[in-house]
């Protein structure tokens, strides 16, 4: 009986080898495209600085030191036309901040009802939600955002219409629960006003409010302590098999804190009230940014519904019978039961939702409503003619929002997922 002779155990590397042998085949590939990469990018690098050159101009960021100019009528932080623009960029992109952040809220809190209503066996329910969901989602958010616009500078009552008559005691036109006024020119809500103030702590941004300070830091230190009940309470649980009860302590602890401080400081809602031919006192929103906000917010809420109802069905049937079979009420089986489980097929796509309803927010510049689109990619781009260094900073700063935006979700999507054993 004849035997093939073994391969010798170490062979010379060839060249061919990076081709043809796996082992280096794919790293060679990788290689190859990071060359080509980086010879675009400095090939478009170049070329970009080269026609520059040519029209007069460099690639620098000193216009953001250099007088804005113009007015923002939507501020959170104080700002004139004698500031910079780079103090126009912030003003816009917390005005950014400011409407995605109020928009994911309300787009999730709504979305979230109507996914669960799609799936009641109330058959008018269930396709009404299904009419909403078809109709927001199919029509561009843009003409949501205008419709929305519309309604308010040309069907709601101008703020005169709420003046009451001398002779008849009643006003043309009602507030909504006697304290918000939907007018043509904005919208009038209750301010927070506090009777003593602890004064105020002035930074380089803004000044803030130490009575809000304060109030910030009695919810953090709630927050831990209720952290560390809990924490105890899955202790005792894994010594003895019962869970002590601490809904009432938590209860407690967010409360009982915050009532003693507000009781403090006399914290009360000043309410608009009529003077003239306008309303003074609580806060006058613009009609933009209400507009802005609910557009995006009922236009995410339907795909957030969408999601919200896919992952309440990924749940087995077995999950909700087992629940019955326990006592367990249908409302307490899909907040204890179902909706916990449903979150690792829900938050993936949520994490997009968010970030679309946040890029979303860039077409404030069609209600003029000035966000980080309009401040620095509009006007401040056009009174500059600093076209390259405007948009690749705007770019920058979305996408810097986005990572954001997605690495916090995952953070929460890690510490809701299932674990496996």
């Known amino acids: 009986m004849t035997t093939a002779p073994d391969a010798p155990e170490h062979q010379g590397f060839r060249l061919s080898q990076l081709i043809y042998d796996t082992r280096y085949r794919s790293m060679t590939i990788q290689i190859v495209v990071l060359f080509l990469v980086m010879g675009f990018v400095g090939w478009l690098v170049d070329n970009t600085i080269q026609n520059l050159n040519a029209l007069g101009k460099d690639f620098n960021y000193?216009?953001?030191?250099?007088?804005?100019?113009?007015?923002?009528?939507?501020?959170?932080?104080?700002?004139?036309?004698?500031?910079?623009?780079?103090?126009?960029?912030?003003?816009?992109?917390?005005?950014?901040?400011?409407?995605?952040?109020?928009?994911?809220?309300?787009?999730?809190?709504?979305?979230?009802?109507?996914?669960?209503?799609?799936?009641?066996?109330?058959?008018?329910?269930?396709?009404?939600?299904?009419?909403?969901?078809?109709?927001?989602?199919?029509?561009?958010?843009?003409?949501?955002?205008?419709?929305?616009?519309?309604?308010?500078?040309?069907?709601?009552?101008?703020?005169?219409?709420?003046?009451?008559?001398?002779?008849?005691?009643?006003?043309?036109?009602?507030?909504?629960?006697?304290?918000?006024?939907?007018?043509?020119?904005?919208?009038?809500?209750?301010?927070?006003?506090?009777?003593?103030?602890?004064?105020?702590?002035?930074?380089?941004?803004?000044?803030?409010?130490?009575?809000?300070?304060?109030?910030?830091?009695?919810?953090?230190?709630?927050?831990?302590?209720?952290?560390?009940?809990?924490?105890?309470?899955?202790?005792?649980?894994?010594?003895?098999?019962?869970?002590?009860?601490?809904?009432?302590?938590?209860?407690?602890?967010?409360?009982?804190?915050?009532?003693?401080?507000?009781?403090?400081?006399?914290?009360?809602?000043?309410?608009?009230?009529?003077?003239g031919f306008n309303f003074t006192k609580g806060t006058n929103v613009s009609n933009a940014f209400v507009a802005l906000w609910a557009g995006l917010s009922l236009y995410t809420a339907a795909f957030i519904a969408e999601i919200v109802r896919a992952g309440i069905m990924a749940v087995s049937k077995g999950q909700s019978e087992a629940a019955f079979a326990l006592g367990l009420r249908p409302s307490r089986t899909m907040r204890l039961v179902i909706l916990p489980q449903a979150l690792r097929v829900i938050i993936p796509p949520l994490i997009s939702q968010f970030l679309n309803l946040t890029k979303n927010s860039s077409l404030a510049i069609a209600v003029g409503y000035l966000d980080l689109r309009g401040t620095l990619g509009g006007i401040t781009l056009n009174q500059t003619g600093r076209e390259l260094e405007a948009i690749t900073l705007m770019m920058l700063i979305y996408l810097v929002i986005s990572l954001l935006i997605s690495g916090g979700m995952n953070i929460f999507n890690n510490r809701v997922k299932l674990k496996e054993r």
């Open 62 to 275: 000193s216009f953001l030191g250099q007088r804005a100019g113009y007015d923002i009528g939507n501020a959170l932080i104080p700002y004139n036309n004698d500031m910079t623009h780079g103090r126009a960029l912030l003003v816009g992109l917390l005005n950014t901040l400011w409407v995605s952040f109020l928009g994911c809220i309300a787009a999730t809190v709504l979305g979230v009802i109507i996914g669960v209503l799609r799936l009641s066996k109330n058959w008018l329910v269930a396709r009404m939600m299904t009419i909403y969901v078809e109709v927001f989602r199919n029509i561009p958010v843009l003409l949501w955002i205008l419709v929305a616009l519309a309604l308010l500078t040309e069907v709601a009552p101008s703020p005169n219409q709420y003046k009451v008559n001398a002779a008849t005691g009643e006003a043309k036109t009602s507030m909504l629960f006697e304290s918000v006024a939907f007018t043509n020119r904005y919208t009038a809500i209750p301010s927070i006003h506090f009777d003593r103030s602890l004064g105020s702590l002035d930074t380089a941004l803004a000044p803030i409010s130490l009575n809000f300070l304060a109030i910030v830091l009695v919810l953090l230190a709630s927050w831990f302590v209720t952290k560390a009940v809990n924490k105890n309470a899955t202790k005792v649980q894994a010594a003895t098999g019962v869970r002590p009860t601490t809904w009432w302590q938590n209860a407690l602890i967010w409360l009982l804190p915050v009532a003693i401080v507000v009781t403090v400081l006399g914290i009360n809602p000043e309410e608009p009230v009529l003077k």
